[in-house]
């Protein structure tokens, strides 16, 4: 069973390299461009056919130690 | 003293904090992160340098090394530890440590000498210093932003559980002489109990007054105290 994990920072921590990006894309004309916050992704492939079994298991991954809960957020979905 | 040094794929600044400790005539073992358990140790060090090629997080692999589950243990019984640098990143990923080290507010690496401010020097690993002392220490690091709540940096001001500030060579704490953005130019922050410390910048480079200058080496020989 194949899940997706999106990580985020959280609203109030400070985004550096998301601003940079932000700032590059305004550079380079892209005027509408209102905020640009940047995450990281996984895709996870695990060994249960159970689906709710298999979201816990893949909750546990997120905070055990794909996610620093200080100062990230995350997102699973079912792919 | 007995003394040991926690090596990870990607430690860089063991072999410095060796020599630092030889010195001062500690007992060290160097200590590698796959063993399961510890020498006895009144001193643990986390070295500095790129654990794992800092992947994921700086420090976050590090944290759930075999070793570090006896880190863990023996910190929560007492005993000293100290984590510099990448260290320092590791120890807030286990969670000895409150906070998180985000990256450098301008995202440079910031390799240079600083200038620090002892803030508290009631702890084990400050005593040889003064109050108010500038120091000049080295830092090498991308990510050094300490980033905490605000509750948590309330009571790191209250209880006194800052040892270090970045400041100028005169001493002044403002945003101008913080190298990294880090909240209230923190440069260094206890556990509670005052038996953990990290620190971003690396006192064991300055202990030779012909090579670097030897700021660092009261932070050593505190510890003997």
Known sequence: MKFSVKVTLKKDVLDPQGKVVQQTLHNMGMDTLNNLRQGKYFEIDINENNESKAQIKVEDMCKKLLVNLIIEDFEISKI | ?225
């Open chain 2, 1 to 225: 003293m007995n003394s040991s040094i926690i090596v990870f794929p990607g430690s860089n600044c063991d072999r410095d904090i060796a020599i630092a400790l030889e010195k001062l005539h500690f007992k060290n073992k160097m200590v590698w992160h796959k063993d399961t358990s510890l020498p006895k140790s009144d001193l643990i060090v986390i070295p500095g340098g790129f654990s794992y090629g800092d992947y994921l997080r700086s420090g976050a692999v590090a944290a759930k090394s075999n070793i570090l589950n006896e880190v863990i243990k023996t910190a929560n019984d007492g005993c000293l530890v100290l984590g510099i640098c990448n260290g320092f990143q590791i120890l807030t990923e286990t969670g000895l440590l409150k906070g998180v080290l985000l990256r450098n507010k301008n995202l440079k690496f910031l390799g240079k000498d600083v200038y620090v401010k002892t803030i508290n020097t009631d702890n084990k690993f400050c005593n040889k210093y003064k109050k108010d002392q500038v120091l000049k220490f080295n830092i090498a690091h991308n990510e050094g932003n300490y980033f905490t709540s605000s509750d948590h940096l309330e009571k790191l001001e209250d209880k006194n559980l800052i040892p270090f500030k970045y400041c100028d060579d005169k001493g002044n704490i403002n945003t101008e002489n913080n190298p990294n953005g880090s909240l209230n130019n923190i440069a260094g922050i206890f556990n509670d109990k005052k038996n953990i410390l990290g620190m971003m910048p690396h006192p064991e480079r300055m202990i030779d007054q012909v090579i670097s200058g030897d700021d660092g080496l009261n932070l050593f020989a505190s510890l003997l105290d």
